[in-house]
């Protein structure tokens, strides 16, 4: 990524979880930078 400041930046994110008997046991967050010039046109995921 170029220098760009925090506002001109934008991310693809992801929130996963599992839980059991009503409670999270599990949870996973990702997230990714998106480049203006990515070739995928449908997104990073």
Not at 28 to 43: A, F
């Amino acid at each position: 990524m170029d220098n760009k400041t925090a506002a001109e930046t934008f991310l693809q994110l992801v929130s996963s979880g599992k839980i059991q008997e009503g409670t999270i046991v599990e949870l996973w967050d990702l997230g990714q930078p998106i480049e203006p010039n990515s070739p995928n046109k449908y997104g990073l995921f």
